[in-house]
Nanobody, 124 residues
């Protein structure tokens, strides 16, 4: 299983970026996909998740600014990030979990597969 993330870049505060992540092969039973991020010198933190049925949840720090969505047919997940702040600067990782959900989807252990990360830099 491979997750390919893209869409990172450098923007000024207040700007927007859209991250994409595609899982392959396509015939996977992906029941949840999520985004995490890791800022320099900090631990990886939860950003958002979405289930196959469309249930979503966001970290408080991004609520109202970020929107997660997915295309089940493409096994892809997206993260639209608006009103970006310098504190959003981090490497963003997508994650996917297969089969039955057995733990909280904010817990990174709920995800088996991880993408390589894409860097988002927000300048003030």
């Amino acid at each position: 299983v491979q997750l390919q993330a893209s869409g990172g870049g450098s923007v000024q505060a207040g700007g927007s970026l859209r991250l994409s992540c595609e899982a392959s092969p396509k015939n996977l039973d992906i029941t949840r996909m999520g985004w995490y991020r890791q800022a320099p010198g900090k631990e990886r933190e939860f950003v958002a998740f979405i289930t196959r049925g469309g249930v979503t949840m966001y970290a408080d720090s991004v609520k109202g600014r970020f929107t997660i969505s997915r295309d089940n047919a493409k096994n892809s997940v997206y993260l639209l990030m608006n009103n970006l702040k310098p504190e959003d600067t981090a490497v963003y990782y997508c994650a996917a979990g297969l089969g039955v959900i057995t733990s909280a989807l904010t817990n990174p252990h709920s995800y088996t597969y991880w993408g390589q990360g894409t860097l988002v830099t927000v300048s003030s």
